[in-house]
């Protein structure tokens, strides 16, 4: 089960056709970030094809999503389970990628799974059972926590072989590679850094798990210049974020 990552960069906004209307402010934010990770693929000597641009739309309703996928939208990242699934629901009839994103509770983890067969966010051997309980295919992200807090998300660097282990042990998970969110008091240059280290350490047991979740809209250029392969990207896209219901 492979990742999809052709309906990305190299997507051309006009050339997509839909009977939606779209603001002229979200068109020109989606094509300034496009053209904000293929400027950072050319200084990292990369392939713009090469990267996933997941537009986080936490918050923000199902017509927002459209009106994304008629500017080329495809891939879509949501944190919550009661956010997306309605979403997903009503939108069934486009063809769009959905990444669950945000912190997964193994009670959720059927659910999730209806509607996203990405999860960004595997930080413990419990939700791995989860999910394998399911048995429904899916890839996971391991999230790994890149500050000196053991309360944030994802799991610590020294317990990632072992999560590692527990996901290749399951026929019906595909270990596709890291995530991590880049800690606010340290550049994030250097937190990506880090992660690329894991990354490969990852590939030592699963040589296949070669993608890196990592980038967000303050710091998608420095993930993509340490390799990330999938950006999550909010606000740069799709503008103030609304206030949760």
Request: hydrophobic share 40%; glycine share 6%; aromatic share 2%.
């Amino acid at each position: 089960m492979p990742l999809r990552t052709s309906t990305t960069i190299s997507t051309s906004l006009n050339s997509c056709a839909s009977p939606v209307s779209t603001s002229a402010d979200l068109a020109e934010r989606v094509e300034n970030v496009l053209g904000r990770v293929a400027d950072a693929c050319r200084d990292a000597q990369r392939r713009p094809d090469d990267v996933t641009v997941i537009a986080v739309t936490k918050f923000h309703s199902a017509q927002l999503i459209r009106e994304l996928h008629a500017l080329g939208i495809r891939h879509v990242g949501e944190n919550r389970h009661q956010d997306a699934a309605p979403k997903a629901a009503e939108l069934a009839d486009l063809d769009v990628t959905w990444h669950f994103v945000g912190q997964l509770q193994s009670n959720k983890a059927r659910a999730v799974l209806g509607y996203s067969r990405i999860i960004h966010s595997v930080d413990r051997p419990s939700l791995v059972r989860a999910l394998a309980k399911t048995e429904t295919p899916c890839e996971v992200f391991l999230e790994v926590n890149l500050t000196d807090d053991p309360g944030r998300g994802g799991v610590e660097p020294s317990a990632l072989d072992e999560l590692a282990e527990s996901v290749l042990a399951e026929p019906r998970i595909r270990l596709a590679g890291v995530m991590g969110v880049a800690p606010l008091d340290e550049a994030p240059r250097s937190a990506f850094a880090r992660l690329r280290l894991l990354s490969e350490r990852v590939q030592r047991l699963a040589p296949d798990a070669t993608a890196i979740s990592a980038g967000m809209s303050g710091d998608f250029p420095d993930a993509i210049a340490e390799g990330a392969t999938h950006l999550r990207i909010g606000t740069a896209i799709t503008g103030k974020r609304p206030t949760a219901p």
